[in-house]
């Protein structure tokens, strides 16, 4: 028996279907643990002034919405001070705790539900399988298309010293809603952006050494989907919201099986020196991975002409020495990355100088 | 709001992979109750004398394994004897079930475990969410690719007055182990059977009028798996074994959230009246629907040739009146299968007398 196989976690309930945000109230209803113990909505900011979302969250008792913006990407210390909040306001422990958002609501979300039954700060369990007890019951609500984070066992939080994801079983979500409606009013760029993210989590994924045949047919129909939504086809703009929320959602499924590569490596980089958001991060590697992915860049390319899309250049020109050793030493340290993308030998076939040529062109 | 989503409840955890079956120990020691809660292995008793997969079972404490035949399809009957005999052998509800088999032993076990939390006969439970308690913890391993029992939130069963499935939420297998390896031993034709089952459910979940988008993402995907395993393709063996067990999982999963059609209307009712099993008696049954589903049955006859498989004709030959009677009734009670097919105006569009037509010809 060589390495063990991956029990993977899957998220147990989901309901999907234009218009199906409306029945959160009656999903969360038996659940709820006692009229002190409130569902807390972390809901993305700029739903704040949409009253159509807003209105169909169903509060009772003490049940609280928090608006959280996602204009920067989550950190652990974000994720303390809400729990801190939390425990501070209720004299129980909450019911459930429900996200509304994109990618960084997800992950605010899992992370927070994780945090209310695991002592210490977010960044203890940045890693892989180091969360202790179970979380609070948590949903998830996509508003956004592409991340894959209402489906994975991670949630992505910059800490003081990295940016990594708290990796358990306990971190998927209980019950995730899949309501393409909710996705109307995302601009054009940004529902491309966050496409792409899924498109790329199935590169990476397809073309690594970890992939395994469960990653292999959830990669491949997502694939498929996001090429017939970024590329000229004739389904209607309902039909693009619908298949591309399938794409983010099989996507998620095999990268959760298996692992990002280059891209992703070289993205948190990006991330965490320059505070790109990821993306566009994505986009930007991607690009210049000619060598390790070219299949896959050449239908990006195709995809990001027909969307009309310019991409930002020259990023990281004004970098002084000491970023230049941070963001290549983060994007070596994720050795998983780099294994799935070239092989057990990787570190024969990848060093700071090169990656620093990479970055150069950005 | 029109008609509410369906909220649906999939397999919290799944382990894929060749040789995964290993490492079923590990899975279930952290679920075991104590000492005097047993995990009850009910195995196809094709491998009462397959050493190897017998050998992997790990029994500890008062664990014990029972052979099931799975010549017969499963009754209400069967189930109630076992789980009498569970209830009876041991003090303690047992920690868990967990079979080992094809999809009659999948049946077998997922009904097992919710008639022990459960009380009266299966039969009291056959129809749409009539279960009330969870159900004990349950394993699904199969052994042959395409029932989608492993994924499915049903167990059908033979009762005293119908052939119906068990549906609910407690139905649905908290754990998957899917190992390729486990059906090496699975004869061609019982293969063939078997894989037909699940690109049949893909045809009549994509050309049913309950189809949604998420059931659409996995029909297409498991059909074309399918199509890939049966018809000419570069494929090895082993991977024609991964792959119809992928495409088993996502066409099980399809199904589960739109319905079968007329195939499985008119099966049932063979498998009722003629003893006839459910893989063939859905080869048996296309082959004459050729005004209903006649792309799917095109691509059904090439696998058919190219598999060099032979379809029992002559069934309905010697029916008497009271077995007309009672297999027309039967096609004709599973009603959301016909509105799936034909739409909301089905009775309008069929009627006793062509559905014994269809028989006629079988």
């Known amino acids: 028996m060589g390495i063990p196989h991956r029990n993977m976690s899957m998220v147990p309930r989901v309901l999907f279907g234009a218009g199906s945000f409306s029945q959160l109230s009656a999903i969360l209803e038996p659940k709820r643990q006692g009229v002190k113990a409130p569902f807390v909505f972390l809901v993305d900011d700029c739903f704040a002034n949409y009253s159509d979302v807003v209105d169909q969250i169903p509060t009772s008792y003490e049940d609280r919405i928090v608006f959280v913006s996602s204009e920067e990407e989550p950190t652990t210390e974000q994720v303390d001070l809400l729990v801190q909040e939390i425990i501070l306001q209720f004299n129980s422990i909450p019911s459930g705790i429900i996200g ?22 977010a960044s203890d369990y940045q890693g892989w399988d180091l969360v202790q007890s179970p979380s609070v019951f948590h949903v998830g609500v996509p508003t956004i298309s592409g991340t894959g984070a209402e489906v994975s066992r991670t949630t992505v939080l910059k800490g003081p010293v990295k940016k990594l994801g708290i990796n358990s079983d306990y971190t998927t979500f209980d019950q995730v809603i899949l309501d393409p409606n909710l996705t109307i009013g995302v601009p054009a760029v940004q529902r491309f952006y966050t496409g792409m993210d899924c498109f790329i989590h199935c590169i990476e994924s397809l073309e690594g050494t970890f992939l395994n045949p469960f990653s292999r047919v959830h990669g491949e129909k997502a694939k498929s989907l996001c090429e017939a939504v970024f590329l000229p086809s004739q389904l209607s703009d309902s039909e693009k919201r619908e298949y591309l929320m399938m794409a983010s959602w099989l996507g998620g499924i095999s ?4 692992q990002v590569g280059i891209v992703h490596a070289l993205s948190y980089g990006l991330s965490f020196v320059k505070n790109i958001r990821h993306g566009v991060g994505n986009c930007i590697v991607i690009e210049h991975l000619n060598n390790y992915y ?8 195709r995809m990001r002409d027909f ?6 250049t020259g990023i990281c020109e004004n970098l002084s020495e000491n970023q230049w050793r941070q963001i290549t030493s983060i994007a070596l340290s994720l050795e998983p990355l780099w294994e799935n993308a070239l092989g057990k030998n990787w570190k024969s076939l990848i060093d700071e100088k090169e990656i620093r040529e990479l970055y150069e062109k950005m």
């Open 255 to 258: 990268i959760a099986n298996s």
């Open 100 to 121: 509304i958002g994109g990618g960084s609501v997800m992950d605010l979300a899992k992370a927070v539900s994780l945090l209310l039954t695991n002592s210490g700060s």
């Open 294 to 301: 070219p299949k896959g860049l050449e239908t990006f390319r």
């Open 307 to 312: 969307n009309e899309i310019e991409l930002p």
